[in-house]
């Protein structure tokens, strides 16, 4: 077993559900596997550590020609109905359910699990600038905001994952 | 399927060394097998376990982090310090369950 990776950091870009879980349930699977887990928040991903929004991320049923409804194997979701009002807080309370079914966290629950399983939660410097944001702005999980200099530091001598 | 030695009982186990017939785990075959992984069980450890043998007696089904957590009330935080790299998947082992087959 020489060839197990030892080491993952894993850069979430995204700040739609779809956008932030997949990063999520890697990172916490490497610490279940004894991988050491960098996530590193970019963008609009972000959000998925910002105090005030984790809780409220949202599906987005636009530009998403693979989503269907009322479930994964129903009827294509048209453009013009996705953009109805309330239709992507639907699509969102939907999923939620059937993720709290199979115990997959909510975001904010799930970046504490991460957390306590000695992952490392970094905010990306140049999005902490450029939407004026300050460390108060975070949840308390947050390690340290990194420049993109200090994440390939960070991540040397493991793989490097981008969702 | 190898069999081996734990304790002095005979053990079939998989490739992966998980036990294949639990009827062959005792209290002495988890010390063991928790020993091949450097435990050594104390009585948090076997809040862990004990947890583990009711959830799978009851849902056929080893539980995943969260389910640890709200329902057996024991944190991520310790389930990392009492069993560390890779908790449920030592948890079960040592507790003579299949490898967990749960993404989170």
Not at chain 1, 18 to 26: F, S
Not at chain 1, 100 to 123: Q, R, S, V
Not at chain 2, 30 to 58: N, P
Not at chain 2, 73 to 81: C, G, H
Request: aromatic share 8%.
């Amino acid at each position: 077993m020489s060839d197990k990776i030892k080491k993952v950091s894993i850069i979430v870009s995204k700040g739609s559900l779809d956008g932030i879980y997949p990063g999520l349930i890697m990172g916490n699977g490497a610490r279940m596997e004894g991988i050491e887990a960098n996530l590193f928040f970019t963008f609009f991903g972000l959000y998925a550590i910002l105090k005030k929004y984790m809780g409220s991320i949202k599906i987005a049923t636009v530009g998403n020609p693979a989503m269907r409804v009322p479930d994964a194997k129903g009827f294509p979701l048209p453009t013009i109905l996705g953009a109805l009002p309330g239709m992507s807080a639907f699509a969102t309370h939907m999923m939620n359910k059937e993720m709290e079914a199979l115990d997959i966290p909510p975001i904010p629950e799930f970046i504490e699990m991460i957390h306590d399983a000695g992952g490392k939660i970094y905010a990306c410097k140049a999005t902490v600038d450029m939407f004026h944001l300050n460390l108060a702005d975070f949840c308390p999980q947050m390690d340290k905001v990194l420049t993109v200099g200090e994440f390939y530091e960070i991540s040397a001598g493991g793989q490097i994952i981008f969702t | 399927m190898p069999t081996k030695i734990l304790a002095g009982t005979p053990v079939d186990t998989d490739d992966e060394g998980y036990l294949v017939n639990r009827s062959q785990w005792n209290k002495d075959v988890a010390a063991a097998l928790a020993a091949e992984e450097g435990i050594t069980l104390t009585d948090g450890h076997w809040r862990v376990l004990d947890f583990i043998d009711a959830d799978f007696k009851e849902r056929s089904v080893v539980p995943g982090m969260r389910r640890l957590n709200k329902v057996g009330n024991i944190p991520t935080k310790d389930l990392y310090a009492l069993f560390p790299d890779g908790p449920i998947k030592k948890a079960a082992r040592i507790s003579g369950y299949p490898k967990p087959v749960s993404c989170v």
